[in-house]
């Protein structure tokens, strides 16, 4: 998808982060824009950032398939196409396996897979209806690459969203659709997902345990010397250009992949490359 001016983009979780660095720089591009959160007074402040094109903010929770159906009809209604698709909205849970509770569960897989699921259910038919070029991007993460310690919740819907994500891709390249997917897979970029707390559902909410405490700080350390979200961003905008299925931010996880691969054929437990 080469050109990105009058087109349409829909970026979810865009209230801060690599989805508002996302939609300043489609803005950038000459793109109309629906950004969605949960967050009023973020959204607010990246539609203002966003600049004096044309954009459109909806408060939705993205692991609501009612709410994201909703966000589907307003941005086709709106705007009567859309051409991007950013599933992007994501919440961060760590600590170990066996303390993460239910509800922790509940909380991660929600967003951060169902936010995915929920998005290809309201948009994907439509946009291949209209029978133009489109592409779709999913945040996924590095930790849907490498299971890490201290991530389980994280790493398990991470890893979903990437199987979806690639599920999406061989389906439509098998029937010949126009659309493309990035599975976007960052590791460390200056978000604020360390703090995801903030915008968890008070029926979601649990006692924080001493090895969540640890998972946070550990990700506090990584995050502080990441990436830009801008820098991001404009990767993202290169992937869309080259049709770009994988896109990981930071070289060194190529080889931690091949690394990875050589260790399981063996039968071994692959070691971790180094979190940039």
């Given at each position: 998808?080469?050109?990105?001016?009058?087109?349409?983009?829909?970026?979810?979780?865009?209230?801060?982060?690599?989805?508002?660095?996302?939609?300043?720089?489609?803005?950038?591009?000459?793109?109309?824009?629906?950004?969605?959160?949960?967050?009023?007074?973020?959204?607010?402040?990246t539609a203002a950032m966003a600049g004096e094109g044309r954009v459109l903010t909806q408060?939705?929770?993205?692991?609501?398939?009612?709410?994201?159906?909703?966000?589907?009809?307003r941005s086709f209604g709106e705007f009567g196409a859309v051409h991007v698709l950013c599933?992007?909205?994501?919440?961060?849970?760590?600590?170990?396996?066996?303390?993460?509770?239910?509800?922790?569960?509940?909380?991660?897989?929600?967003?951060?897979?169902?936010?995915?699921?929920?998005?290809?259910?309201?948009?994907?038919?439509?946009?291949?209806?209209?029978?133009?070029?489109?592409?779709?991007?999913?945040t996924v993460s590095v930790a849907g690459l490498f299971a890490a310690p201290y991530m389980?919740?994280?790493?398990?819907?991470?890893?979903?969203?990437?199987?979806?994500?690639?599920?999406?891709?061989?389906?439509?390249?098998?029937?010949?659709?126009?659309?493309?997917?990035?599975?976007?897979?960052?590791?460390?970029?200056?978000?604020?997902?360390?703090?995801?707390?903030?915008?968890?559902?008070?029926?979601?909410?649990?006692?924080?345990?001493?090895?969540?405490?640890?998972?946070?700080?550990?990700?506090?350390?990584?995050?502080?010397?990441?990436?830009?979200?801008?820098?991001?961003?404009?990767?993202?905008?290169?992937?869309?250009?080259?049709?770009?299925?994988?896109?990981?931010?930071?070289?060194?996880?190529?080889?931690?992949?091949?690394?990875?691969?050589?260790?399981?054929?063996?039968?071994?437990?692959?070691?971790?490359?180094?979190?940039?």
């Open positions: 998808m080469r050109e990105l001016s009058g087109k349409v983009a829909v970026v979810t979780g865009a209230a801060s982060g690599i989805g508002r660095a996302m939609a300043v720089r489609f803005a950038a591009e000459g793109m109309s824009l629906m950004l969605a959160d949960v967050d009023p007074g973020g959204l607010a402040e408060i939705t929770d993205v692991s609501d398939a009612s709410a994201v159906q909703h966000l589907a009809a599933n992007n909205a994501g919440v961060f849970q760590g600590g170990h396996m066996w303390t993460r509770t239910p509800e922790d569960f509940a909380w991660t897989l929600g967003v951060n897979l169902w936010g995915v699921l929920h998005g290809v259910n309201a948009f994907v038919r439509r946009m291949i209806e209209q029978d133009t070029e489109g592409h779709i991007v999913n389980a919740g994280y790493s398990v819907s991470k890893h979903a969203a990437f199987a979806a994500s690639l599920s999406l891709a061989q389906d439509l390249a098998l029937t010949g659709a126009k659309l493309r997917v990035t599975a976007l897979c960052p590791g460390a970029v200056r978000t604020g997902i360390n703090r995801s707390e903030r915008v968890r559902p008070a029926d979601l909410m649990v006692g924080r345990t001493r090895d969540d405490y640890d998972a946070q700080g550990i990700i506090d350390a990584v995050l502080e010397n990441g990436l830009a979200p801008e820098d991001v961003a404009g990767m993202v905008v290169r992937a869309i250009h080259e049709e770009r299925f994988l896109l990981l931010t930071h070289p060194g996880y190529a080889k931690g992949l091949r690394d990875q691969v050589d260790a399981l054929l063996a039968g071994g437990l692959p070691q971790l490359p180094d979190y940039e």
